[in-house]
């Protein structure tokens, strides 16, 4: 069985849509499973909404501004009469109730019930249009089959409930089904996430056993730099799961950091390819002989440097340095980088869930600290170390780390 997962940029209207029908036509519409994302931007403006529901603002205005958005969409692939139209409405119905009678302050969770949204309507618009074209498919609720705890936002998958239900799916057919979302043990939804789709498609590949996982995105590969942000960047043809796995956690915007374990585990070959360019092979992860270690560069943006240094200046023991990863854990705050010298710790955090100032508050009643905000950390994987002072020209370096082959500098 093949899996294909197609994001935002892939749907983000109709014309696009219909690209993905001949994609597929392309590739062979046969025992496969589509996993799909939210439309175009419709994941940041319901997080607006969740935003002014909490501010008690008119959301009501932003829910109607993104339903009239996916209309416009069903419209220019649907005749006016189409049952489509109704499960839109549902949809948004849906969303207007849960918001009308929700008692829960936690916003983890108005997040996940409210944004999750996104990929339900996006996967039935596309389910019912390629039904329409020819190509037969069964709409698949994910949150029936991901089955995760009840970590909203970052829902941690149960892996033992989720093959147990996935792997019963008849492989002779054809499925649509939602990237980003899995639902805890009272039905809630859970988001896996931010960019999580591509996770949720690794997650099915694992327990389908497929042949294959491919994402289908608007770069003809993983490249070795993000062509928005690096000039004269390259196609990496064949990569390892290592090298994926190392450029998913420093960073690398075209790959989801958990997608690459379990298709490791199972030996499934990833494929990153173009729905601009479906013909083009794009990059294969995975295991092989010509597997390539180029020069890449990754920029990770939205990062924290948090300097924590010992008030008597005694060293940063291992006492210490527990007490403050159990803080970081507790506040689910990502370390990017980290280094330490004897009385000092540096780390460069990813704050996702906004907490880091909360963080700071507890980290100062037994250290002092210091923090600077919005800063970037760059990476250079199999960097030629002989020319190195080419990566520093123009930079603010605040932290700057070697270890083998890879640069890493954290700029401001």
Known sequence: MKIFKFGGASVKDADSVRNVSMVLQSQ???????????????????????????????????????????????????????EVFEEIDLFFNDIVAFLRRNKSPNYNFVYDQVVSCGEMISTKIVSEFLNDVGFTNNWLDARDYIKTDDSYRDGNVNWQKTEQVISALDKSKCYVTQGFIGSENNNFTVTLGREGSDYSAAIFAYCLNADAMTIWKDVPGVMTGDPRKFENVELLSNISYEEAIEMAYYGASVIHPKTLQPLQQKNIPFYVKSFVDPSAPGTKVGASEINEHRESFILKENQDLLKICSRDFSFIAEDHMSQIFNLLAKHKIKVSLMQN????????????????????????????????????????????????????????????????????????
């Open 28 to 82: 062979g519409f046969s025992n496969c499973l589509l996993v799909i994302s939210a439309m175009g931007k419709t994941t940041n403006a319901l997080e607006d909404v969740v935003e002014l529901y909490f501010k008690k603002d008119n959301y009501q205005a932003k829910i109607d501004d993104v339903k009239q958005k996916h209309l416009e969409i069903a419209h220019g692939l649907f005749k006016q009469n189409h």
């Open 341 to 412: 010298s004897a009385i000092s710790l540096a780390l460069c955090l990813e704050d996702k869930f906004d907490v880091l100032d909360e963080l700071n508050a507890e980290l100062q009643e037994s250290f002092e600290t210091q923090i600077s905000k919005n800063v970037s950390l760059f990476t250079v994987r199999n960097a030629k170390l002989e020319n190195i002072d080419r990566f520093y020209r123009e930079k603010n370096v605040l932290l700057e780390q070697i270890a083998k082959n890879t640069l890493q500098m954290v700029i401001q």
